[in-house]
């Protein structure tokens, strides 16, 4: 069955709407706040902000391993793309080219969410500024149209809305 990626730089609403999805399509959630949760527990350190390429590879292993965990038996949404793992890559200024190889594209569109501004928080995971998250969704969009998705923008507005809207399309496009 289809598989579809919500995703959209940090603090866009991306895990409340994925809550609201779940009720009716299995979900997958986002890999960097298990990456950085599991980091924590083994190491004490609260981030991995100082060593990027590990937090690069360790997205990359975790993004993989739940695509190929995931149910074929309905639609399934995930929080986030492998494509993200090498949007990570381009704003830590690593080398996005070995990421980019293995995200190759998928048949599926890609519903992406847009900062904004007004509901934007941050938490002690979340420390980017505003600026960092638009710079961010930047990234996301130039690799998603690199690799020839093709992304569906989810209008700003509140949750249920934004789930609403994905339901309907989702009727359109995988009968779901």
């Known amino acids: ?6 995703t959209g730089a940090p603090g866009t609403g991306k895990t409340t ?23 924590t ?7 991995l902000d100082d060593r990027p390429a590990l937090f690069v590879e360790k997205l990359v292993e975790r ?16 929080d986030r793309g492998l494509p993200d793992c090498a949007a990570y890559a381009v704003v830590f200024g690593l080398d996005a080219g070995p990421v980019l190889e293995i995200a190759t594209r ?3 569109p890609v519903f992406m969410i847009r900062p904004w501004r007004e509901i934007y928080t941050t938490d002690e995971l979340r420390q980017a500024t505003f600026e960092q998250v ?6 996301l969009v130039d690799v998603y149209n690199r690799l020839g998705y093709e992304t569906i923008d989810v209008p700003n507005t509140n949750p249920e809305e934004r789930a609403d809207f994905i339901r309907g399309q989702l009727s359109q496009l995988a009968g779901g």
């Open 134 to 139: 638009e710079a961010f969704h930047t990234g």
């Open 63 to 78: 993004s993989m391993r739940d695509h190929e965990a995931a149910s074929d038996t309905g639609v399934t949404i995930f």
């Open 41 to 47: 527990a083994s190491t004490g350190e609260r981030t």
């Open 106 to 108: 998928n048949e599926s």
């Open 1 to 6: 069955m289809p598989r579809f990626v919500l």
């Open 17 to 39: 709407v994925l809550t609201l999805l779940s009720r009716s399509y299995a979900t997958v959630p986002e890999p960097a706040r298990e990456v950085i949760s599991e980091h």
